[in-house]
């Protein structure tokens, strides 16, 4: 998966070339190991023994296993709405946005459509020059949609770049000779493109919805000033507030003594961690379905 | 050199490609009967467009905002015209050079740290034999790309805490005082390197792409005159990846004042305030934060970080062109 390239060796190595492989693979294995030690310390972390914690016996892996910050997550209507909040926009958000991604990549793919030159430049100038985030936001409050779900899905719901991909995916992937034929056959551009290009266009579907859905799960900003009502809050949003506090609620606390107070401090620090995992764990794994596309389009995208 | 001719991924290479449509040399009095033809096509352009037209234009309409005294009973087009008091405010106010300054310094220092690496990392991994190794580094260092913001400054918070984190418990261990890695001394290097770890693996993918275009001959023939690795690198890959890396740079120094936003949004606090404030969180606090939303006043601020932007993108271009013979346009 990836970009690689391999250059066989038809000569010896020198010495000095065996110093640079040792060197050059050491250095990507510590890189490597840098890039996946906070990603493993979170996740053990998270599984932790409550008190292994902030003794500082957690190195890599758990120490003493514990599910008791995940059920906590589990048990808060908090956590949990805002979890299904995620989902909800993801799924939304996925399916809105590449909709309108399709509708608007496989016309403009179309080399016999009068215009397309003006169009594609419709399209594309409000990337160069965006009115950043306050007119935006006067727009969506005359609109009426603060405080609502759509506040989430529909700013932002089509990207540029996924635009580009998609119609270089037609472009390439619908032959001509297709639409000649389908045209002899007297199928109009409606019929073409639900029974012809559509099903040919799957795989370009799938990294839309992907893309899509990653977006939006990780998004928190649009919610942070849109949403007021904390019901619709998306789950990035609820963890930026919860790992704002540095430490429990006092009004919660108010009355217990210090070991209790320290035991309800540590609880909050694995739920913290526990919190970032389930927060990073859909993308994580949709990703790597999603990279391969990505490299490819964005190759095809910068050679059209 | 234009940016149409550099053969691999380019960000801005398809936003500019997308544009290059060849003329069809068809008799005008076609078009009207071509156009009536494509009618459904045009159909499938209708939600899309509305979308772009709402979202997109209409707050580019509303941007002028930034030359009025806007009310929300008056709404855009009826506040009360002021020409450029706003802009005039804002250079003129206490908090101007201070804005300035932090983002010029956290956004420069940013540029300067890691532009470099992705391509060191680009070689390092194009010149690694196994193709498994190569793969799984590659998987590895894309993943924290697609983890969230938020996600990425809840582990910054997390693991450098001086209240317990991992970080300070390894420096306490070995000696050392333990550091607020969010403080105002160490807000800026924190951000930075946090930002190395998400964005390395995955910016290198451009230059690995650009690495793959070269010719594997031209390593060949260096390599049976005796050039060793590191010669060889210095004399055929980086001329060979000397386009990308200008358009990169030219890239990334037009869209330097506007990265980050919100993950510096995400990482201020009261204690780091002094460095962290940069325009975007100026602007945004103007807007949100305060009791009276100065809302004109805002875009006025966002408006004079774009064209600073778009000044910078253009010099440097120029200097690129000057420099290297290579440009964006």
Redesign the interface.
């Known amino acids: 998966m990836g970009v690689s390239t391999r250059r066989r060796p038809h000569v010896a190595d020198s010495t000095g070339d065996r110093a640079y492989y040792i060197i050059n693979y050491s250095v990507l294995a510590m890189f490597t190991l840098s890039v996946l030690y906070p990603l493993v310390y979170v996740l053990s972390s998270s599984f932790s023994r409550t008190s292994a914690i902030t003794s500082g016996s957690v190195k890599l892996w758990p120490v003493g296993l514990s599910l008791d910050a995940y059920k906590t997550i589990w048990h808060s209507p908090q956590l949990v709405t805002g979890f299904l909040n995620s989902v909800f926009y993801a799924v939304a958000g996925a399916i809105v946005g590449t909709v309108l991604t399709v509708l608007a990549g496989y016309p403009l793919s179309r080399s016999d459509l009068p215009f397309r030159r003006i169009l594609t430049f419709f399209f594309l100038i409000p990337t160069l020059f965006s009115a950043g985030i306050i007119p935006t936001y006067l727009i969506v409050r005359q609109l009426g949609l603060l405080n609502t779900r759509w506040a989430i899905i529909l700013p932002g719901a089509m990207t540029v770049f996924n635009l580009i991909i998609t119609r270089a995916f037609y472009q390439l992937s619908v032959p001509k000779e297709l639409l000649e034929a389908a045209r002899v056959d007297g199928a109009s551009d409606f019929r073409f493109f639900v029974q012809v290009a559509l099903p040919l266009s799957k795989p370009i579907i799938a990294v839309n919805l992907l893309f899509y859905a990653i977006a939006q799960w990780n998004g928190w900003f649009s919610a942070f000033i849109y949403l007021t009502n904390e019901h619709l809050y998306p789950l990035q949003l609820v963890l930026r507030e919860i790992l704002a506090q540095s430490s429990v609620d006092p009004s919660s606390i108010q009355g217990s003594n210090i070991a209790e107070l320290m035991q309800k401090k540590q609880l909050f620090d694995k739920l913290k961690y526990a919190l970032i995992v389930v927060a990073m764990v859909p993308p994580l794994i949709a990703y790597p379905f999603v990279q391969k596309h990505f490299i490819k389009g964005a190759l095809i995208g910068s050679l059209k | 050199m234009s940016v149409e001719q550099?053969?691999?991924?380019?960000?801005a290479?398809?936003?500019l490609?997308?544009?290059q449509?060849?003329h069809?040399g068809r008799p005008k009095r076609h078009?009207a009967r071509?156009?009536a033809r494509?009618w459904?096509?045009?159909l499938?352009?209708v939600?899309?467009?509305a979308?772009?037209v709402?979202?997109?234009?209409?707050?580019?309409y509303?941007?002028q905002?930034a030359f009025r005294n806007?009310s929300v009973a008056l709404?855009?087009s009826g506040s009360p015209w002021v020409g450029t008091a706003n802009l005039r405010q804002f250079v003129n106010s206490f908090e101007f050079w201070t804005v300035i300054r932090n983002t010029l310094i956290l956004n420069g220092y940013q540029l300067v740290a890691l532009f470099p690496l992705p391509i060191i990392?680009a070689i390092?991994?194009?010149?690694?034999?196994s193709?498994r190794?190569?793969?799984?580094?590659?998987?590895?260092?894309?993943?924290?790309?697609?983890?969230?913001?938020?996600?990425v400054?809840?582990?910054v918070?997390?693991?450098f805490s001086p209240?317990?984190g991992?970080i300070n418990?390894a420096i306490g261990g070995l000696g050392g005082q333990q550091q607020d890695f969010l403080s105002d001394t160490w807000f800026r290097h924190t951000y930075v390197w946090s930002g190395a770890?998400q964005t390395?693996?995955y910016s290198a993918?451009?230059y690995?792409?650009a690495?793959?275009g070269v010719d594997?001959e031209l390593?060949?023939a260096a390599?049976?005159d005796g050039a060793?690795?590191?010669r060889r690198i210095w004399h055929i890959d980086l001329p060979g990846i000397l386009p990308v890396m200008v358009v990169v740079l030219i890239l990334n120094m037009g869209s330097m004042l506007s990265t980050g936003f919100?993950k510096v949004?995400?990482m201020q606090n009261p204690l780091n305030l002094s460095v962290s404030e940069v325009i975007d969180t100026y602007?945004?606090r103007v807007?949100?934060v305060s009791p009276l939303p100065q809302?004109s006043y805002?875009?006025a601020i966002?408006?004079f970080q774009?064209v600073m932007g778009l000044c910078l993108l253009v010099s440097a271009n120029w200097l690129a062109r000057r420099a290297t013979r290579e440009s964006l346009f």
């Open positions: 550099v053969p691999i991924a380019v960000p290479a398809p936003l490609a997308a544009a449509v060849t069809t078009l071509r156009v494509s459904q096509l045009y499938l352009l939600p899309p467009a979308y772009t709402i979202f997109l234009y209409w707050p580019l509303g941007l905002i806007y709404g855009i990392l390092l991994l194009n010149t690694v034999r193709r190794y190569s793969r799984t580094v590659q998987m590895i260092t894309y993943a924290p790309h697609f983890i969230s913001t938020v996600v400054v809840g582990m918070i997390m693991l209240d317990g991992i418990q770890w390395l693996g993918i451009i690995l792409a690495l793959s594997p390593h060949e390599r049976v060793n690795m590191v919100e949004l995400l602007s945004y807007a949100f809302y805002a875009a966002s408006l774009s």
